[in-house]
């Protein structure tokens, strides 16, 4: 991916913008109900019946780009989160842009929306509660303007989002702050060109601009703006250089939503610097904003700003004679019951400073030391929640050798310590980006933060959080067709025993047995609805339970209104608080395909396929579904006791932001697997199995990550013979040609096919299993395929687990299963092309092609085709149609011939079957859906592609079973060699297949209806048949 080069014109990116992509707001709000008792927050903590502390899990989210320095860190002080989920291994801001946060309506779970991807953010501002959700703000490269542009992100707690551009002029804004202030948003950002600070105010009721506006024009080489809304207006202090001597020093300004009202200086020295603290807080029982600063010396200090259009100021630069901000400490204000106070670092001895404000009318404070370090304090976060009397620190220690992450409470007030928690330890930086305790009870705890892991030179930060109790479950992991018994029993058995519901998401359901079942529990008065795909609408096993009276939806009107290809895919049930989860439809041979589902005993995942499946049984399917259900589970497995975090997408992607160039390729369920790929810095091996893999541009990080793989970690891929082998823009010849082809032809590839026919027993699952240690071992699955058209059309479901143990299974599962088919070449059960003459001096009527059925079954052929077509789903070239009832027998050929008369006049026989109609005695192919391939048979003598295909009874589904390209083909790679004319290319072993053309094919003499290698292809199992019929020969003349 090309990279964008933005020249600045000024040094303010490399001091104190280099990408702000990592934030949080806690915000505290009142549940309107408690969450049952003995459960937990899927987000994290029960409000009502944990001890302090009961347990203490440390979750890892993934990894992030951050690269700032200390001082740089935007101050973290609630429950919202927002974060870069980096798809870069550089860290440059490309990514995507999530935004999680509790649901409101039950707090058992996290809703997390991927509010836009991008090639590059730039900056991101601290989350601001508006009502019904909350809003934050980032500045991130627009290629259609090419220029960075600034937008407004509104994410409601419905799963809804919408981003507005707020852009203003020509030149690229950098987002600095944003405040709400009623019913409306102001974003303030600076321009590249001019070094002016600006900002736009947004109606929230509308989501229109409302206008842009001037702060301050020329402001130097240094940005630093602080926002916060007041009663009456929205304060702005920022930082001015001092252009007599190149200092900074500190001005505010009084905004409205029609723009500057007033603007004075708060601090300034001749001698130093300046700076702001992490935020601007507001007493609004007095109508004062309080503005803490880094001033001379450097001291902390604070200014009292009147909430008017003619403020008056009140300022004071040395509260304290220790210094602040060395090490990135920044000064944070609050309110609490009895005013405002300040947090600051003592730098003289690592001491926790509070200063009280005593007074708004005087300089009157009082100084707390509150914390002494026994080692070196380097980072300090403040949680003060209005109206509350007590407040959480986040520190970090530095002993010499490792940093810890301490939690400790206070009371407001008499500044006493309360409680104390060690969170993490690590011999990377920590950075706590919030510390929540709810000090009331003493059970709740939210603490987000970042560790900086380098490894190897190569940045992998982390960003985690801290919980306390987990939800217990039980959870199951069935292998198909290995646990297919069990799997069936305890769907049977669950759905038997259900009680209140049954909700079914199946794409495809022909399973009668399932349906009787679902029939069954409809009767005795559990609500039983189902959604499937259109394609299943008409089968038995749906139309029974229409017929029962069951609710059943498909997607047949989404399809015909919006989105013609669309597949309702996801495959998932959720019976009582029981979900089940996974690639496995509920058709025809099913419970033999090689499958993965898991089940899950819980409140919290059934609460969040329950959101999802509300959508889906009001036919809100695709892009058209209004909200995204998306979100993380904090669960403790009670089978493998181990704590899993869940995390449950719903696709295709959602974005609020639509102006963005990269949305059509940013599939956020394919780009969530990257980012649990690329999560790993420790020695880890992928195992993964695919029914279909592309290399849509959608999928390209994945395969570029898994190649990586060789030869440092050890990577074992089972794909499906069908869709992957032979076909066209497949991951499989991606691999051929980026993983070195001695370890394909060493006997034991990292890709192997699982050999089965176009409507027998198929891998059919879409798993990956990263293994490594207990942080980094990952299991994804579910019902996305990595294909363009699952991650931007279809309706999807994937499931992340981090877990040790399960990650060793599904190691275990395709290890073996990799063993088991590992080999360059095979023979294939289903038919081939053995043969071709494309290069006749008769010219396209002396054309023919030589297919053989390698098995020991006669083969219908009804559903297959012929041409010489490069796309399955249509283009200009011939497809063409075995005619109805026509076979082909075991160990047999069957010659088709463009011309049956030029054929017999050139070899004295004729063709089994012909395409030009020209012998009545010979079958004719039926040219297919002129509609899709518009073209006639003709092959290129320089090089071209013949393709096998099946079209599944009753479905226009086209699969490629077979394909050989020649000559100068770019079909795929490794093409079969040119013949001369009149020759022909054929196999070197009638049968024998292999990942390429040009390991089975030679250039021979012509041999249709007659393969003399032939005899000794077939010659073992005649053998074996001449034995068998002997052996009953002389059992019944014995009897």
Not at 185 to 205: Q, R
Not at 1018 to 1029: E, K, R
């Amino acid at each position: 991916m090309s990279k964008i080069n933005i020249n600045y014109d000024c040094n303010i990116v490399k001091r104190w913008i280099p990408l702000l992509l990592l934030f949080i707001l806690l915000v505290q709000f009142q549940a309107e109900g408690q969450a049952p008792a003995g459960s937990v927050l899927v987000e994290g903590i029960n409000w009502s019946d944990l001890s302090f502390p009961s347990k203490l899990n440390n979750f890892q989210l993934g990894s992030t780009a951050y690269r700032n320095e200390l001082t740089q860190l935007p101050w973290a002080t609630g429950e919202y989160l927002v974060w870069l989920q980096e798809s870069n291994e550089n860290f440059e801001g490309e990514g995507m842009l999530k935004a999680l946060f509790r649901d409101k309506a039950d707090f058992r779970y996290s809703r997390m929306y991927v509010v836009d991807y991008r090639e590059t953010v730039l900056s991101v501002t601290m989350p601001v509660e508006i009502p019904g959700g909350f809003a934050f703000a980032y500045s991130a490269w627009n290629n259609t303007d090419s220029k960075v542009d600034a937008y407004l992100a509104l994410v409601y707690y419905s799963g809804t989002a919408n981003v507005v551009n707020v852009t203003w002029g020509s030149d690229g804004e950098y987002v600095l702050d944003l405040a709400v202030q009623g019913d409306y948003a102001f974003v303030a950002y600076y321009t590249s060109y001019g070094n002016d600070y600006y900002y736009t105010v947004v109606s929230l009721n509308t989501l229109s601009v409302v206008g842009s506006y001037g702060i301050w024009y020329d402001f130097g080489s240094y940005a630093q703006l602080r926002m916060a809304a007041g009663t009456n207006y929205v304060l702005a202090a920022f930082t001015v250089e001092d252009t007599t001597n190149g200092d900074s020093e500190i001005r505010y300004a009084i905004l409205s939503t029609s723009g500057r009202v007033a603007y004075g200086w708060i601090y300034y020295s001749s001698v130093y610097d300046e700076f702001l603290g992490l935020n601007i807080a507001y007493d609004s029982s007095a109508s004062k904003f309080i503005v803490p600063f880094v001033g001379s010396a450097p001291y902390v200090g604070y200014a009292v700003v009147d909430d008017s259009d003619s403020p008056s100021v009140l300022y004071q630069g040395y509260p304290g004679v220790g210094g602040s901000g060395v090490k990135g400490h920044s000064p944070s204000a609050s309110v609490g019951p009895s005013g405002a106070f300040i947090a600051w670092v003592d730098e003289t001895n690592d001491d926790v400073v509070i200063t009280t404000i005593d007074s708004y009318a005087s300089v009157s404070y009082s100084n707390h030391v509150v914390y002494s370090s026994s080692g070196d304090l380097e980072q300090l976060r403040l949680y003060a929640p209005l109206g509350s009397s007590a407040i959480s620190l986040a520190l970090v220690e530095f002993d010499g050798s490792n940093y810890l992450l301490r939690l400790v409470d206070y009371d407001i007030g008499t500044w006493t310590q309360t409680a104390t928690l060690d969170i993490d330890s690590s011999q990377y930086p920590i950075i706590p980006l919030a510390a929540f305790h709810d000090s009331s009870t003493q059970v709740e705890y939210f603490v987000p933060y970042v560790v900086q892991r380098e490894v190897s030179g190569e940045y992998h930060d982390r960003i985690l959080m801290v919980y306390t109790d987990l939800e217990d479950v039980s959870t199951r992991l069935y292998l198909m067709p290995d646990d297919k018994s069990t799997l069936r029993n305890d769907l049977l058995s669950d759905i038997e025993a259900a009680s209140d519901r049954i909700h079914a998401a199946i794409a495809f359901f022909e399973d009668t047995e399932i349906a009787d079942y679902l029939v069954q529990a409809h009767n005795r008065g559990v609500e039983v609805q189902v959604v499937v795909d259109d394609d299943s609408a008409d089968s038995q096993a749906v139309q029974n339970m229409i017929a029962a009276g069951i609710t059943v939806v498909t997607d047949e009107s989404y399809e015909q209104t919006y989105d013609s290809i669309h597949i309702m895919h996801s495959k998932f049930l959720v019976i009582d608080n029981i979900v089940y989860v996974g690639s496995m439809n509920f058709d025809v041979g099913s419970f033999d395909n090689y499958e993965v589902v898991m089940r899950f005993e819980s409140e919290a995942l059934s609460y969040v396929f329950e959101n999802a499946f509300s959508d889906y049984i009001n036919g809100d399917f695709g892009t058209q579904d209004p909200d995204d259900d998306s979100g993380l589970a904090f669960i403790h497995s009670t089978t493998t006791d181990e704590n899993l975090l869940m995390q449950v997408y719903f696709g295709p992607s959602h974005y609020a932001c639509y102006d963005s160039y990269q949305l059509w390729e940013a599939g956020k369920l394919i780009k969530s697997v990257y980012s649990m790929l690329k999560d790993d810095d420790v020695s880890t091996h992928l195992y993964t199995g695919q029914y279909i893999f592309s290399t849509a541009s959608v999928v390209m990080d994945v395969l570029e990550w898994m190649t990586s793989m060789e030869p440092s970690g050890e990577f074992h891929a089972v794909f499906n013979e069908i869709l992957n082998a032979d076909s066209s823009y497949k991951a499989l010849y991606y691999f051929w040609e980026h993983i070195s082809r001695d370890e394909w032809l060493d006997g034991d590839p990292p890709v192997v096919l699982f050999r089965g026919g176009p409507e027998g027993v198929k891998v059919h699952m879409k798993l990956w299993a990263l293994y490594g240690d207990q942080d980094f071992s990952y299991v994804a699955f579910g019902s996305m395929n990595p294909t363009k058209s699952a991650n931007l059309n279809h309706t999807e479901t994937l499931v992340i687990i981090n877990s040790a143990q399960y990650a060793q299974r599904v190691k275990d599962f395709i290890s073996n299963l990799h063993s088991s088919l590992k080999g360059t070449s095979w023979r294939p059960v289903h038919p081939v092309i053995n043969e071709v003459l494309y290069y006749s001096s008769s010219g396209v009527q002396g054309e023919w092609v030589e297919i053989l059925n390698p098995t020991n079954e006669t083969i219908d052929l009804s559903n297959y085709l012929i041409g010489d077509s490069e796309n399955p789903m249509g283009d200009d070239e011939g497809m063409y149609r075995f005619p109805s009832g026509s076979s082909i027998g075991p160990y047999s050929y069957a010659v088709i011939a463009y011309d049956a008369s030029t054929f017999e006049t050139i070899y004295g026989f004729k063709p089994d079957f012909e395409i030009a109609g020209t012998d009545p005695e010979v079958p004719d192919l039926t040219p297919y859906d002129t509609s899709l391939f518009t073209g006639s048979w003709n092959l290129d003598d320089s090089g071209d592609e013949v393709l096998l295909c099946h079209v599944l009874p009753g479905s226009t589904f086209i699969k490629v079973v077979d394909a050989v390209w020649y000559g100068s083909s770019s079909y795929n790679p490794d093409p079969a060699p040119s013949a001369s004319q009149d020759r022909s290319i054929r196999r070197v072993s009638p049968g024998e297949d292999s990942y390429v053309p040009a390991l089975v094919f030679t250039v021979k003499d012509p041999t249709p209806g007659y393969d003399p290698s032939l005899a000794d292809a077939v010659a073992v199992p005649a053998l074996l048949i001449i034995l068998v019929v002997a052996v009953v020969v002389a059992k019944t003349k014995i009897s």
